[in-house]
């Protein structure tokens, strides 16, 4: 205290204040000293409040800075995949830029392809139908060659079937001269009148199925198919031949097959194919010493196999394929027309099968002919 009263004794003499008025400013300094150092202490307190915020604030950025540099880093990475993406995209582009314009490109030759396609078709079925026309026409030209060939072997066969009509007439007559001749005599027997008069008709039947079987060849009609059997064909084409067989003097040995032999097609065609293969067999004997013709036949393997020979002078070598030419001849100047055999390898194609000619030097020719067989239960059907 005494220091404090000396103090203030000295300020006093020094302010030239009075010692009691020195001591209540001195109360009234320290006061405020004592405010001022609590308002200090107050803050330096709020100070270390505000520098521990200041320092937690800090580590939370420090933090978030950290956290903003993985962002970044993120960023960086998802700008580099999502340049790469954009230059892929840039790239996926133009190259569908490039198939669009192939694509029209291809579009529009798609379409010229198509127009073409159109004309193509157009033309297609133009010479469809021209070709329709033209096989119809062929078709038609090779009926009327055949019927051409079947009118000129009956022209050939007219001779030899004049005789055989001949025969018949003649014993009509003859039977009918007799009952003419009883019943003028005043003899009436019926027994021996019916008994002539069957035989008569019996000769009737006779000559009417001669003329039948010449109507029935030469007759042109649609060509149909149906089962036939190669014996009756072979059979019927020798009936017609027969006199003219006769007439020249050739034997006639048929060796047919063990059992009977069936094919599909027609019977007229396979006929004349028969009467042309024989026709064309007397041709070759008309100078022959030994004139015969021998006809096998043979069942192999699903296929009928007739052998027709002749014991004539053959064929000259190199004209085995020739023959079935049309036109192709080998006999002289106006005794053929060199169609019979070539309208018989057509009516044998027609058939689905095969006909060839084997001529050793001097043992004359053998035509080979192999049809398909068929059975006997096939319906009627026209001839493609």
Same mark, same amino acid.
């Given at each position: 205290?005494?220091?404090e009263?000396?103090?203030?004794?000295?300020a006093?003499a020094a302010?030239?204040?009075?010692?009691?008025?020195?001591?209540?400013?001195?109360?009234e300094q320290?006061a405020?000293l004592?405010a001022r150092?609590?308002?200090a202490e107050?803050?330096r307190?709020a100070?270390?409040?505000?520098?521990?915020d200041l320092?937690e604030?800090n580590?939370r950025?420090?933090?978030?800075?950290?956290a903003?540099l993985?962002?970044?880093?993120?960023?960086?990475r998802?700008?580099?995949r999502l340049?790469?993406?954009t230059e *892929?995209l840039? $790239?996926?582009?133009?190259?569908? %830029?490039?198939?669009? &314009?192939?694509?029209h490109?291809?579009?529009l030759?798609l /379409?010229?392809t198509?127009?073409?396609?159109?004309h193509?078709?157009?033309d297609?079925?133009?010479?469809t139908?021209?070709?329709e026309?033209?096989e119809?026409?062929?078709?038609?030209?090779q009926?009327?060659?055949?019927?051409a060939?079947k009118?000129?072997?009956?022209g050939?066969?007219t001779t030899g079937?004049a005789?055989?009509?001949?025969?018949?007439?003649?014993?009509i007559?003859?039977?009918?001269?007799?009952?003419?001749d009883?019943?003028?005599?005043?003899?009436?027997e019926e027994?021996?009148?019916?008994?002539?008069l069957?035989?008569a008709?019996g000769?009737?039947?006779?000559a009417?199925e001669?003329i039948?079987h010449?109507?029935t060849f030469?007759?042109a009609?649609?060509v149909t198919?149906?089962?036939?059997?190669?014996?009756?064909?072979?059979? *019927?084409?020798? $009936?017609?031949?027969q006199e003219? %067989?006769?007439?020249? &003097?050739?034997d006639?040995?048929?060796?047919?097959?063990? /059992?009977?032999?069936?094919?599909i097609g027609n019977?007229?065609?396979?006929e004349?194919?028969?009467i042309?293969l024989?026709?064309?067999?007397?041709?070759?004997?008309h100078?022959?010493?030994?004139?015969s013709?021998?006809?096998q036949?043979?069942?192999?393997?699903g296929h009928?196999?007739i052998?027709l020979s002749?014991?004539g002078?053959g064929?000259p070598?190199?004209?085995?394929?020739r023959?079935f030419?049309?036109?192709?001849t080998t006999?002289e100047?106006?005794?053929g027309?060199?169609l019979?055999?070539?309208?018989t390898?057509?009516?044998?194609?027609?058939h689905?099968?095969?006909?060839s000619v084997?001529s050793?030097?001097?043992?004359g020719?053998?035509?080979?002919?192999e049809?398909?067989?068929g059975n006997?239960?096939?319906?009627?059907?026209a001839?493609?």
């Amino acid at each position: 205290m005494a220091t404090e009263a000396e103090a203030v004794t000295e300020a006093s003499a020094a302010g030239g204040f009075e010692p009691g008025e020195t001591r209540e400013r001195l109360r009234e300094q320290v006061a405020q000293l004592e405010a001022r150092v609590r308002q200090a202490e107050e803050r330096r307190r709020a100070l270390l409040h505000i520098m521990g915020d200041l320092h937690e604030s800090n580590k939370r950025l420090a933090d978030q800075r950290k956290a903003m540099l993985h962002i970044l880093g993120d960023y960086e990475r998802d700008r580099s995949r999502l340049a790469r993406q954009t230059e *892929r995209l840039d $790239s996926s582009r133009r190259a569908l %830029l490039h198939i669009l &314009q192939d694509s029209h490109k291809s579009n529009l030759r798609l /379409e010229e392809t198509r127009k073409a396609m159109i004309h193509i078709m157009g033309d297609l079925r133009e010479t469809t139908v021209e070709m329709e026309r033209r096989e119809q026409e062929l078709r038609d030209k090779q009926e009327q060659l055949v019927q051409a060939g079947k009118l000129a072997t009956l022209g050939e066969l007219t001779t030899g079937v004049a005789h055989e009509l001949n025969n018949p007439l003649n014993n009509i007559g003859l039977f009918i001269g007799n009952i003419v001749d009883h019943i003028r005599m005043g003899e009436m027997e019926e027994d021996r009148i019916i008994a002539d008069l069957e035989k008569a008709l019996g000769q009737v039947g006779k000559a009417s199925e001669i003329i039948s079987h010449l109507r029935t060849f030469g007759r042109a009609s649609a060509v149909t198919v149906e089962a036939v059997s190669i014996e009756d064909v072979i059979a *019927r084409a020798l $009936s017609l031949m027969q006199e003219q %067989l006769r007439l020249r &003097q050739i034997d006639v040995e048929v060796d047919l097959c063990a /059992e009977e032999a069936v094919v599909i097609g027609n019977a007229i065609q396979l006929e004349q194919v028969f009467i042309n293969l024989i026709t064309n067999a007397c041709d070759a004997l008309h100078e022959s010493e030994r004139k015969s013709i021998t006809i096998q036949c043979a069942v192999e393997e699903g296929h009928v196999r007739i052998a027709l020979s002749d014991s004539g002078p053959g064929i000259p070598a190199g004209l085995e394929q020739r023959i079935f030419d049309p036109f192709f001849t080998t006999k002289e100047v106006g005794t053929g027309t060199g169609l019979g055999l070539s309208i018989t390898y057509g009516i044998i194609k027609e058939h689905g099968g095969t006909i060839s000619v084997e001529s050793p030097p001097g043992e004359g020719a053998c035509f080979l002919v192999e049809l398909p067989l068929g059975n006997d239960d096939v319906p009627e059907r026209a001839l493609l």
